[in-house]
């Protein structure tokens, strides 16, 4: 997974996190802090999401890392991860990997070796294929924020529905009981995670009708999309998704929104030649809006 893709997936999938822990680890914790770690030594990336938490162990590092296509080097990777969290904040890692990939997944979950009493290794974390999630036992709980996962899994029943399965996960979507705006939310992040399986114009006919019934570029993350995808960038899969709601919500932003933008990305330390190609206001009224 490119750094690129990393960074989106890390703002798109933060609000899942208290979820993720309860219903993927079966973790008893009390979340202290989010660790921001930046493995410049290792690999010049950020982590995906990794949390401080009080558990009935102890305090723990809870690191938490999405992979959406196979890496023969990801035991490795996480290695070198664990190795900095212990050294940067003196906790012990409970690491897992999510896999959201279209294809089967194919990665180990640790390294080991002996060479000797006093020469070894038996390193394992935890690996969770979305794809090998039931569709009907998300559907039992109330972890409603896992519904934008819906379109990665149950990988038997989905090649089987095809088109079906997605419309089936809209419509669980649309009858969760909860506010409105939240819903939005899910809605969009479910239709940017599609993009991954299935092919855009399935995408666009199956949640055509949502978006207008929701009006989707209202949500919180249709906005970050707008701030971040047009920066950073997207890797292919979802490109096509993200680029058109960027493109979408820039046409279609009032100017207030778009100095709700401007205000953002001068936060964000952007330059401001960046921010009026982007928003199309002026140099002039940016810079009033840094006083």
Same mark, same amino acid.
């Not at 890496?71 to 959201?100: A, C, F, T």
């Not at 290794?121 to 109330?142: A, E, M, Q």
């Not at 239709?191 to 399986?197: D, K, Q």
């Given at each position: 997974m490119s750094q690129k893709y990393d960074i989106t997936m890390k703002n798109i999938f933060s609000d899942m996190a208290d979820d993720i822990m309860s219903y993927f680890l079966g973790l008893q914790y009390t979340k202290i802090d989010e660790l921001n770690i930046e493995f410049a030594r290792v690999e010049r990336r950020d982590s995906d999401m990794i949390f401080k938490c009080t558990t009935d162990k102890g305090n723990v590092a809870v690191h938490?890392?999405?992979?959406?296509?196979?890496?023969?080097?990801?035991?490795?990777?996480?290695?070198?991860?664990?190795?900095?969290?212990?050294?940067?904040?003196?906790?012990?890692?409970?690491? !897992?990997?999510?896999?959201?990939?279209?294809?089967?997944m194919k990665m180990e979950n640790g390294l080991s070796y002996n060479f000797g009493e006093q020469n070894t290794?038996?390193?394992?974390?935890?690996?969770?294929?979305?794809?090998?999630?039931?569709?009907?036992?998300?559907?039992?709980?109330?972890y409603y924020d896992l519904y934008s996962l819906l379109p990665l899994m149950d990988q038997n029943r989905r090649k089987e529905e095809g088109e079906k399965y997605l419309e089936r996960c809209v419509e669980a979507i649309k009858d969760i009981p909860i506010d409105i705006n939240k819903k939005k939310d899910i809605a969009f992040k479910a239709? !940017?995670?599609?993009?991954?399986?299935?092919k855009k114009e399935v995408i666009e006919?199956?949640?055509?009708?949502?978006? +207008?019934?929701?009006?989707?570029?209202?949500?919180?993350?249709?906005?970050?999309?707008?701030?971040?995808? !047009?920066?950073?960038?997207?890797? +292919?899969?979802?490109?096509?998704?993200?680029?058109?709601? !960027?493109?979408?919500?820039?046409?279609?932003?009032?100017?207030?929104?778009?100095?709700?933008?401007?205000?953002?990305?001068?936060?964000?330390?952007?330059?401001?030649?960046?921010?009026?190609?982007?928003?199309?206001?002026?140099?002039?009224?940016i810079k009033k809006l840094m006083n």
């Open positions: 938490i890392e999405f992979q959406s296509e196979n890496d023969g080097k990801m035991p490795y990777r996480m290695l070198r991860y664990s190795l900095e969290i212990m050294e940067k904040h003196n906790l012990l890692p409970y690491q !897992i990997v999510i896999y959201i990939g279209k294809d089967n290794l038996d390193y394992k974390y935890k690996i969770i294929n979305v794809g090998d999630i039931k569709f009907t036992d998300v559907l039992k709980t109330d239709e !940017i995670l599609s993009g991954i399986i299935f006919r199956v949640f055509s009708e949502v978006v +207008k019934m929701f009006r989707i570029e209202e949500s919180e993350t249709y906005k970050m999309i707008i701030e971040k995808g !047009i920066e950073k960038g997207i890797e +292919k899969g979802i490109k096509e998704g993200i680029e058109r709601g !960027i493109e979408e919500g820039i046409k279609k932003g009032a100017k207030e929104e778009k100095i709700a933008i401007a205000k953002k990305l001068l936060k964000n330390g952007m330059p401001i030649d960046k921010i009026a190609e982007i928003t199309e206001l002026s140099e002039d009224e």
